[in-house]
């Protein structure tokens, strides 16, 4: 073959295997194309839907506003006429300082050390957070630094610390919004005004009064500086813990601020040389106002709520309630408040009882109107109260309410299901006779005066605190009815999973206890015809422009049948004429009511209601000990009645709404030979709040021998 035509057949097959390769190199270019493309499209279309996401769900759940932190006006607490409770004044150390009274060398310091791009960007300083985002990922740190001064404002407003990649990318977005309504000037005055520099300064007007006795626009570059670098760790830059910390910090803070062109070298070196002078100022402290316990139940819902509504943290809530200029009309009647006070403070209106360890007896009450729900007034303690945040008995105390949770958990459930009758007729048998065999329970209690009576009524049962009847109708009743009408129509919030038995449902002796508003509010039910009304201290929280803050109107649903709460409130009065509550009633008013004592003595309680109001008395104390008994007549009625009788007068007479019906001595429980009975509910619909009438079988329980043991001796008799 000529050599040229094998060049040739060797040409075209070299064209031929280049164009293979060359084919198969753009194809898996076009690939590797395509793959980078869709990754691209995914990963942004995914930004976009976790942008979208994180503004309209996330971010739009913090509902605040530099407005909200007038941080220098206090608010006003006012009673239901418009009458001056008390003036809330922040307890932090914080005096406001305007933009024009901060020095240029103070702001120029903090963005130098905090945030360079300051002036540069919207809220976020896109460098810095990519480099922490590189940063986290290689030393696998989740702390993800970066924050500007803005985003730090907000933070400290929020008080949203939590450590996560999704609070940080929250917080930026925040920022980018923040920035949108407020400019450079407010977010640096806010910043120094809010931001804390140790030494329990909160702002820059405390921390340059503790560090420097001087006002902030009389500091030195060099006292600036020195200021600022505290910021950054408060406790191991201040100057009373370490000044060669601080020193070493001031001198960083200088450097930046000559390095970015802040100040001048000569300036520089001065302000290093300066030496500091660091003194506390001697400052009178102010008398602090004593808030009485309904201005301090007050705050605590106030905040709460503002907690809720605003999407903020507590600290924050409570910066808004003291600093915001707020206007807070609470549902406090004076007149009534007054005469609660005058009982309360003095404590030798409560009788002695024996104590080892010296503890006055103590004791709560709180007195609402059951149609509103209105908390009228309370007390949270006996004598004069003497501080702030101390213990409120009528709100944070959990105490066991003993008997007095038999109407709640067992007469009027059973009632409302039409399994009694006022005349129902029930065996009091004793324990050791054998003659009552719960169907579901492994005990049988013993009654607290040891007095067994035979076959009686339920009213009569009622009435003498029958703890033989009280598990008997539990029996029939089934725990899980019971237990859901105490939680979910009654509205105990304290109920654990282990007070889902016999024990605390029919005689009391709650695992953690109930407080006495709750109390109080629970048999509101009785006396508003069944219906229930949550409890509220306030009705009203206005700002300083007069725009709601918050509404709290009155919450009201139906508990229970109506012909129910009248059958209750019938029988109670029967325990107020004749039963363990005698001595609670006074001339001109009907009242019902029942009393309450847990083992041992250790607690006694009276809730009675009169057609106007409904008042809960719980007294006992402070730590409960087995030598300590509260023996004798129950002191909560006493004090109930001296407080309720002066409440009423001048009142008109009325009278409680009579039952339609009552019921015919015809069911017996504790009887085996006789049938289960069944009567006929009431015709009143089953309010919607009324759980379901199926109980599933209890589990068996052990009951101690007697929730309230009353010796024989007692000259009334009484039982909770």
């Given at each position: ?15 031929t ?7 198969a ?33 996330l ?10 932190f ?6 006003t ?29 103070l702001e ?58 999704q609070?940080k990318?929250?917080e ?5 919004e ?39 626009s ?8 020195s ?8 406790t ?57 316990y309904?201005v ?15 999407g ?38 409560f ?8 503890q ?5 009450i ?47 459930p ?44 339920v ?42 038995n ?8 709650l ?18 015809d ?7 201290t ?12 918050l509404?709290?109107?009155v ?6 049948r ?36 847990s ?97 599933t ?10 929730d ?13």
């Amino acid at each position: 073959m000529p050599k040229n035509k094998k060049l040739d057949k060797a040409g075209r097959a070299a064209r031929t295997a280049g164009g293979v390769i060359g084919g198969a190199v753009s194809l898996t270019l076009k690939i590797i194309l395509t793959v980078v493309l869709v990754f691209l499209t995914t990963a942004l279309l995914f930004m976009c839907i976790f942008a979208f996401y994180v503004k309209t769900t996330l971010v739009e759940e913090i509902d605040i506003s530099l407005d909200d932190f007038s941080l220098s006006e206090s608010s006003t607490v006012y009673d239901n006429s418009g009458g001056v409770l008390a003036t809330l004044s922040g307890s932090e150390n914080r005096i406001w300082v305007d933009y024009e009274d901060i020095p240029k060398d103070l702001e120029h310091a903090l963005v130098a050390i905090e945030d360079k791009r300051f002036y540069e960007h919207k809220g976020v300083d896109w460098y810095r957070t990519v480099g922490a985002v590189f940063s986290m990922f290689l030393s696998m740190d989740s702390t993800f630094g970066g924050s500007t001064i803005t985003q730090q404002l907000i933070k400290n407003l929020t008080g949203d610390n939590e450590v996560t990649v999704q609070r940080k990318l929250v917080e930026i977005f925040r920022a980018l919004e923040f920035e949108k309504k407020y400019d450079k000037e407010e977010i640096i005055e806010w910043y120094l005004n809010a931001v804390y520099f140790g030494e329990g300064c909160n702002g820059i007007y405390t921390a340059s009064q503790t560090y420097f006795g001087k006002e902030p626009s009389e500091l030195s570059l060099a006292e600036c500086a020195s200021l600022v670098g505290i910021v950054n760790l408060p406790t191991y830059y201040s100057p009373y813990y370490s000044v060669e910390n601080n020193k070493e910090r001031q001198e960083t803070v200088l450097r930046e601020m000559y390095e970015q062109g802040y100040i001048s070298y000569d300036e520089y070196t001065s302000a290093k040389n300066e030496e500091l002078v660091f003194q506390r100022s001697e400052t009178e402290v102010a008398t602090q106002e004593i808030y009485p316990y309904y201005v301090e139940a007050v705050i605590d819902d106030v905040i709460s709520d503002l907690m809720e509504v605003r999407g903020v943290n507590y600290e924050t809530a409570e910066k808004l309630l003291y600093s915001g200029g707020y206007k807070i009309y609470t549902c406090c009647d004076s007149r009534i408040q007054s005469i609660v006070d005058t009982v309360y403070e003095n404590p030798d209106n409560f009788p002695s009882y024996y104590s080892s360890s010296g503890q006055q007896l103590q004791s709560a009450i709180v007195i609402m109107d059951p149609h509103t729900g209105n908390i009228v007034a309370m007390s949270g303690g006996v004598g004069e109260k003497n501080g702030n945040l101390v213990l409120n008995r009528a709100t944070d105390s959990l105490r066991p309410p003993g008997s007095s949770i038999k109407p709640l958990s067992i007469y009027a459930p059973a009632l409302d299901l039409g399994i009694i009758t006022q005349n129902t007729l029930v065996n009091d048998a004793s324990p050791e006779s054998g003659e009552v065999t719960p169907e579901h329970f492994s005990f049988y209690p013993r009654n607290s005066d040891w007095r067994y009576e035979g076959i009686i009524t339920v009213r009569y049962a009622l009435a003498k605190s029958k703890n033989t009847v009280a598990v008997q109708i539990l029996d029939k009743l089934g725990i899980e009815t019971s237990f859901s009408y105490l939680k979910n129509n009654f509205g105990l919030t304290s109920l654990v999973d282990a007070d889902y038995n016999p024990s605390p449902l029919a005689m009391g002796q709650l695992t953690n206890g109930a407080s006495v508003r709750e109390m109080a509010q629970a048999y509101c039910v009785f006396a508003n015809d069944g219906i229930f009304s949550k409890s509220r201290t306030y009705s009203q929280v206005l700002d300083a422009g007069g725009n709601i803050v918050l509404d709290n109107p009155v919450e009201q649903r139906q508990a229970i049948r109506p012909n129910t709460a009248y059958n209750m409130v019938d029988m109670m009065i029967g325990s107020v004429t004749s039963g363990t509550s005698a001595g609670a009633g006074f001339y001109g008013m009907e009242v019902a009511g029942k009393t309450g004592s847990s083992g041992d003595y250790l607690d006694r309680w009276f809730a009675g209601m009169t057609p106007y109001y409904v008042g809960v008395v719980w007294t006992g104390f402070d730590i409960p000990k087995t030598n300590e008994q509260i023996k004798g007549t129950n002191p909560a009625i006493s004090v109930w009645r001296s407080i309720m009788q002066q409440v009423h007068e001048g009142l008109e007479y009325k009278t409680f709404t009579n039952p339609t019906s009552i019921g015919e001595d015809t069911q017996i429980f504790g009887d085996l030979t006789s049938p289960t009975p069944s009567p006929t509910p009431t015709p009143t619909p089953t309010p919607s709040a009324t759980p379901e009438q199926t109980a599933t079988e209890p589990p068996a329980a052990t009951l101690p021998p007697d929730d309230e043991p009353i010796i024989p001796t007692d000259p009334v008799g009484l039982a909770a």
